[in-house]
């Protein structure tokens, strides 16, 4: 299976950036896509973004322009670029990697934007 390991989240001031990291280890040879989920308090776990093995991204409407997914080649680590923060942003992200037939979610790490 597959572990992961999110570190970058902290506290910006709306407008800023940052960048999250997802360290993966174990499997990783088995994965076939990574993704970012955010959670707020009282909603849902929502997908921001994926990337899959062919390099193709799919992002959130509301992170669109504003966000990007990338990853090394060997499925090492994924990143998440966050620019132009909104307080909406706010939320405890995730770390998502699809290795069939499992699923794998890292600990998570909180991103608090203050308007």
């Known amino acids: 299976q597959v572990q992961l390991v999110e570190s970058g989240g902290g506290l910006v001031q709306a407008g800023g950036s940052l960048r999250l990291s997802c360290a993966a280890s174990?499997?990783?040879?088995?994965?076939?896509?990574m993704g970012w989920y955010r959670q707020a308090p009282g909603k849902q776990r929502e997908l921001v973004a994926i990337?899959?093995?062919?390099?193709?991204?799919n992002y959130a409407d509301s992170v669109k322009g504003r966000f990007t997914i990338s990853r090394d080649n060997a499925w090492k680590t994924v990143y998440l670029q966050m620019n132009s923060l909104k307080p909406e942003d706010t939320a405890v992200y995730y770390c998502?990697?699809?290795?069939?037939?499992?699923?794998?979610w890292g600990q998570g790490t909180q991103v608090t934007v203050s308007s």
């Open positions: 174990g499997s990783i040879f088995s994965i076939n896509a």
């Open positions: 998502n990697a699809r290795a069939p037939p499992f699923g794998s």
């Open positions: 990337i899959f093995s062919s390099g193709n991204t």
